[in-house]
């Protein structure tokens, strides 16, 4: 919601970076994807981004796995990631019918129904798929002219790549800083303006934040409180994206019901269902979960001594 200032000078240095993404975005899907291939291999074998992290990591989430297998859901995952980042650029030209046709979601009525009802919505979302592209769900609704659809983000230190970010995330939706997002639900609400949140909650939890640990690709795993307790603090309907990979540049997301009483849940409780679903969504694909990131808090020290 607020917009980041960027110093003069940063903006004059980063322009023909923004100019070039720009293009890149203006190409169509088949050129782009040859440009992923290029750019997964580079990622993988030439600058080997963060891979020790992302071998540490799926050893932990399928310790079944062979060494074979494992390394070749690596090889997909990188492939996944620069798909990732060619569909995020795209992202910013495609036409609303060019989405719809890329980025489906089922179940929709569901929350048309609770938002006419009255009822205002919390919804969890995932590093799965293209999380980019969720944003765009309000194109699916009859609700969404007559309702403030928004996500929550944690602000990018580097303040021209978080103007960018914003820029695309805002297309379809509202975006608000971490920091302010209980002020800013509680005024849409004392306004009489219902609200469809997002919140990426598998991100890995701040020291300072509520922590739940609940079971999670068969690991003890800490997840972000913060999304539980403030659908309790609101009484919101609590849903959650179940996403699934159809092909390249191609996903559905089916809207599921978690609860419409999230206070009577036990502490946890939602956090649990959430980490549940989203283990069962990476066991269907597991290349589309972002595993560069550090989820179970991995230091280098330890990756290195143990040769990932």
Not at 228 to 255: H, N, Q
Not at 259 to 264: E, V
Request: proline fraction near 5%.
């Amino acid at each position: 919601m607020s917009k980041t200032r960027i110093p003069l000078l940063m903006r004059i240095l980063f322009a023909p970076l923004g100019w070039l993404l720009s293009l890149l975005g203006l190409l169509p899907f088949r050129v782009l994807f040859l440009l992923s291939d290029l750019l997964a291999f580079v990622a993988r074998d030439l600058v080997r981004y963060r891979r020790p992290l992302v071998r540490a990591n799926l050893r932990i989430a399928f310790p079944e796995m062979s060494a074979e297998e494992h390394r070749r859901v690596e090889r997909k995952f990188y492939n996944h990631l620069t798909d990732y980042f060619v569909e995020t650029l795209k992202f910013r030209s495609m036409s609303a019918a060019s989405l719809r046709r890329h980025m489906v979601f089922e179940n929709t009525q569901l929350i048309d129904e609770t938002l006419a009802s009255g009822r205002d919505i919390v919804i969890y979302t995932s590093h799965f798929g293209n999380w980019e592209w969720i944003t765009s769900m309000g194109l699916w609704c009859r609700e969404s002219e007559h309702a403030r659809f928004s996500h929550v983000y944690r602000p990018l230190r580097q303040p021209w790549f978080n103007r960018w970010f914003l820029t695309l995330r805002t297309r379809y939706n509202v975006s608000i800083p971490m920091k302010q997002v209980l002020r800013q639900l509680l005024t849409w609400r004392r306004d009489g303006t219902r609200f469809i949140t997002g919140f990426l909650s598998d991100q890995k939890p701040s020291h300072a934040g509520k922590v739940f640990t609940v079971p999670f690709m068969g690991v003890d795993t800490p997840f972000i409180g913060g999304t539980e307790e403030l659908a309790a603090k609101l009484d919101a309907t609590v849903m959650l994206f179940d996403t699934r990979v159809l092909g390249r540049g191609r996903y559905k997301s089916t809207i599921r019901l978690l609860t419409d009483s999230p206070r009577a849940l036990m502490p946890g409780e939602l956090t649990r269902l959430y980490a549940a679903n989203l283990s069962e969504q990476i066991r269907s694909c597991p290349p589309a979960y972002l595993w560069s990131h550090n989820r179970w808090r991995l230091d280098k020290k330890n990756l290195v001594e143990n040769n990932f």
